[in-house]
């Protein structure tokens, strides 16, 4: 069926059953392959998204219940300066400066769910940290500098 | 992954053949293309045919751009290959780093090999160790061909010139980037002379913390890997499997999948039962629908606790010895205390992030045939061969474009060529349809086909005995492993010796403690799961067996486990040095807080050594909480710290994960129990422990890195937790063994 969804602000129309879960509608058919499947279940994160501003694992919304809401991916986070797009480039700054990815697979996820820690928390203590990214696996263990650079941004856009 | 075998280095030949033609591509961007490794007879070849386009590809590409692009012969899964082989080329080419590309070379064995294996793949921590000579000496080749042009345009001697980032300086103020050159560099013949490398203390890059190449990318999901793969016309096929290792296809109904919205076909192949549809949704909404009657006669139907009923059953009948010295007999016979050890080890999922998945399309140009396979290739010589006889073709024929994964901790690296097989079988079901022929296929694994797909780290059940005398002095040492063998009737059957899978018995055998009398006994397993490496392979059982005994023993002749360790390794100096150099770290962390015990663990495996201090606290759940992990490391020369202190605490993190929680199991019938990261814990971020790497200063040549950091956490752990609560744990993992302790 058509269904109609908003995408990185832009108005996008697709045609799948309304039972597809929005990661399959961004990956295959709008084909912004920066999100990624991981597991299928919500327990990895590899799959997070914005939805109206907050982390969401796209994995398990399905397209018919994503109409109607503004659906933000890796590629185009930045952009929004209200919904996170500052905290965004400051992250991608500071995973960068740290080099924090290995195989690089989970990191979209990780950075989108960092951006929510950093927008509910300016000044994250580890258990925020915790409590916030803990749903993002990471089979590379980049966990230590993930931890290092949520704290790195942190202090610059306190700065 | 693999011990190292010697074979004809790619090396030797360019030296033999020389290099006196030259060497560019003709009309294409125009840029320089180096050479190492050309055989004779292939150049002649080329020649002939009037073609100033070498067959060779090779390992440094200058443009005119001035960009430089390393062709990297190792795939590039995280753990830094991109970076570090192109830093080894910068290095010597005097290239400024920011010009500096990396991409995935081509399968071709001649050229790419892997000098410890004789064939082209990644595995066994050797990329950088097996590289570090060839890739200084491509850069070191590209820069002489560079200031061979800028000694022609300005009409002065090379020997005139300086270098420095990627721009090279004559008398008078002259001055060229390596872009400008490589037009007049590519009408000129190859230099003969064979370039002087650096010495160490020359080193402005390696040795330092250059930024990694793919950071950018994979830090703004700009990265792509096979999943991201999208080709017209492509189909996403998955695969039901049995739900019994070996189980056979008796029966299918299709109807139902084949009426599943977007399914376009059924087929069945070697490995099952293949649905293919337009989408990757669509194709797993598909497959529940299929109905599938498996053939169970040759299947694997016993669960876990038979598996390790037999395992141990085993263990009571005589070995394949491994390693034997002096006499155990008689350390038995002469002991004043014996001290004896069971462990189980169970299987482990590798549980990459990215699940497996391949590309692969058929071309017919004018019935000449083609196959292209996009995928995480980690050993493309087999897998080219693999693929090429499914499709009936010569692997020259056979284009493998490796990409980026997204993990593979040894998963990738199929002795059997596995997937490449499932791939190139599903492809060529769906393309010998009417109209259909050059459809390309993708097949993806789900999580549940990831963790329930076999290729573990092999179960094992070891027993051991420690013989000793007066003041708990070490006699004797027994160890007797049961475990099924990864290389049995497969490409890598080369690695048994004397009936000694390798991989089975690795630190183990050839454990470094003194000890007067040995005997190390293999017993090999058979059943029907399929069993891989997994990070540090053979380490992972035996590195946790040695360094748990070893440290029970020197507790019981009441020795400090790092000093009792010292007295025992007079004859390995580098083994000692890293314990030493733990030892300081120990100092300086001062003494150990309230509720907390430290334990201690040294591992060498893959040319490297790595000693560990954990930690340790119970936590409210009764169960370890790691809080500190210090780490010493002599990996020999470091290329570049950061990278390598990177794998450290990603081995550690992928260690310590599958010691609490990693597990396996079959139930009744064989099934496996697990399916996805609900049932199959894996560490989070919540779990990871504070690390501190100290890299021991070392001039050696560079040894393995990407799994040495997995063997020693485990037991540094476990010697922790014993010493914190008494409780020895030889049942793994920790989760499994403390059941009964969680109210």
């Known amino acids: 069926m058509t269904i109609k969804l908003t995408v990185n602000g832009q108005p996008r129309v697709v045609n799948v059953s309304d039972d597809t879960p929005l990661l399959w509608v961004i990956r295959d058919e709008l084909k912004l392959t920066g999100t990624k499947f991981g597991c299928g279940m919500a327990m990895c994160g590899a799959c997070t998204v914005h939805v ?5 694992r796209s994995c398990v919304l399905p397209a018919g219940a994503a109409q109607n809401l503004n659906i933000t991916t890796i590629e185009a986070v930045e952009a929004d300066q209200e919904q996170g797009g500052r905290e965004a480039a400051v992250i991608k700054a500071a995973w960068q400066e740290l080099d924090v990815p290995q195989c690089g697979y989970c990191q979209s996820g990780q950075i989108m769910s960092a951006i929510g820690v950093l927008k509910a928390h300016p000044k994250p203590t580890d258990d925020d940290i ?10 590379c263990a980049t966990y230590v500098r993930i931890r290092k650079a949520i704290h790195l941004a942190a202090e610059k856009l306190e700065a | 992954m693999l011990q190292s075998q010697s074979l004809v280095s790619t090396q030797e030949e360019a030296s ?36 100033t386009q070498t067959d060779a590809n090779a390992f440094v590409r200058i443009a005119a751009d001035n960009t430089v692009t390393v062709l990297i012969k190792h795939i590039e899964f995280g753990q830094g290959t991109f970076t570090g082989l192109a830093t080894l080329v910068a290095e010597e080419l005097d290239a400024d780093w920011s010009q500096i590309r990396a991409e995935h070379a081509p399968a071709n064995v001649k050229l790419y090999a892997n000098l410890f294996f004789g064939l082209q793949g990644t595995g066994g921590s050797s990329s950088i160790a097996n590289s ?23 009409n002065v001697p090379m020997s005139s010139l300086k270098v420095k980032n990627g721009v090279i300086f004559g008398a008078n103020g002259k001055r060229a980037q390596f872009g400008e050159l490589v037009e007049l560099a590519a009408t000129l013949p190859v230099p003969k002379a064979e370039p002087v490398l650096k010495s160490p203390e020359q080193f402005t890059l390696i040795g330092t913390d250059v930024p990694k190449l793919d950071s950018p990318a994979k830090s703004s999901g700009q990265a792509n890997y096979t999943q991201d793969v999208f080709k017209d016309n492509m189909v996403v096929a998955v695969i039901a499997r049995p739900p019994a290792f070996g189980a056979k296809v008796k029966a299918v109904n299709a109807d139902a999948a084949l009426a599943s919205p977007g399914v376009e076909a059924v087929k069945t192949i070697d490995a099952g039962v293949v649905v293919y549809a337009n989408s990757t949704f669509n194709a797993i909404k598909g497959r529940r629908a299929l109905q599938v009657e498996w053939d169970y006669s040759n299947a694997e139907t016993r669960s876990s606790t038979e598996l390790f009923r037999d395992f141990n059953a085993k263990l009571a009948t005589p070995g394949k010895t491994a390693s034997t010295r002096g006499s155990v007999a008689k350390a038995a016979s002469s002991a004043l205390n014996t001290v004896e050890f069971e462990f189980n080890f169970p299987y482990l999922a590798h549980a990459p992030m990215e699940p497996l998945d391949a590309v692969i399309q058929l071309h017919r140009e004018s019935q000449n045939k083609k196959v292209t396979a996009w995928f995480g290739s980690q050993i493309p010589t087999t897998d080219q061969a693999a693929i090429a006889k499914v499709f009936g073709i010569t692997p020259e024929q056979v284009d493998i474009q490796t990409q980026l994964a997204g993990g593979s901790f040894g998963l990738r690296a199929q002795q059997d060529s596995g997937l490449a097989i499932e791939a190139a079988q599903a492809t060529k079901a769906f393309a010998n349809q009417p109209g259909k022929a050059e459809t390309p296929v993708k097949l993806v694994y789900t999580r549940e086909d990831d963790i329930q797909g076999g290729r573990y780290r092999p179960m ?17 040492w027994e160890h007797d492993i049961a475990i099924q063998s990864i290389v049995a009737n497969s490409a890598f059957s080369g690695l048994i010796q004397n009936g000694i ?22 017993h090999d397993m058979i059943t029907g799961v399929p069993v891989l490496w997994w990070r540090s392979v053979g380490h992972t059982h035996t590195g946790y067996a040695v360094e748990t005994v070893i440290d029970v023993l020197l507790q019981r002749a009441e020795q400090d486990p790092i000093a009792g360790r010292l007295a025992l390794l007079k004859a390995h100096p580098r083994e000692a040095g890293v314990l030493k150099a733990l030892d300081r770290l120990q100092q300086q962390a001062g003494p150990v807080p309230a509720g907390r015990a430290r334990g201690i663990a040294m591992v060498k495996s893959f040319g490297s050594y790595v000693a560990q201090m954990a930690e340790v606290s119970k936590g409210s759940d009764g169960k370890p909480q790691v809080h500190k992990i210090w780490c010493t490391v002599d990996c020999g020369l470091v290329v570049n710290r950061n990278v390598v202190t990177a794998q450290i605490e990603g081995g550690i993190g992928y260690g310590l994960d599958a010691i609490l929680h990693g597990e396996v199991t079959l139930g009744e019938g064989g099934k496996v129990e697990q399916s996805n990261f609900h049932n199959y814990t894996i560490m989070r971020i919540n779990e990871m422990p504070d690390i501190q790497v100290e890299l021991v200063k070392s001039a050696e040549a560079p040894s393995g890195v990407g799994e040495i950091g997995t063997p020693p956490v485990g037991p540094a752990v476990a010697n922790a937790w014993r010493r914190l609560t008494g409780e020895l744990v030889t049942t793994l993992p920790f989760d499994k063994a403390l059941e009964k302790d969680v109210s």
Not at chain 2, 28 to 41: E, R
Not at chain 2, 132 to 151: D, E, P, S
Not at chain 2, 501 to 522: C, F, I, W
């Open chain 1, 52 to 56: 109206n501003g907050q982390p969401q």
């Open chain 2, 16 to 51: 033999e053949t020389g290099l006196s033609r030259r060497h560019f591509l003709k009309g294409s961007v125009a840029g320089i293309v180096i050479s190492m490794t050309l055989p004779m007879a292939g150049m002649k070849q080329a020649l002939a045919a009037g073609n």
């Open chain 2, 501 to 522: 899978d390798a991989t089975s018995v690795e630190g183990a055998h050839n454990q470094p403690y003194s000890v007067p009398n040995l005997d190390v006994r293999l």
């Open chain 1, 130 to 139: 915790d409590n916030g990214m803990s749903g993002n696996a990471c089979r």
């Open chain 2, 460 to 476: 094992s059940v070891h027993k051991m005995k420690g013989y000793l005398g007066e003041n708990g002095a070490l006699l004797g």
């Open chain 2, 132 to 154: 570090y000579q060839t890739m200084r000496q491509a850069g070191a080749k590209a820069k002489q061909i560079l200031l061979q042009a800028a000694a022609a345009k300005w």
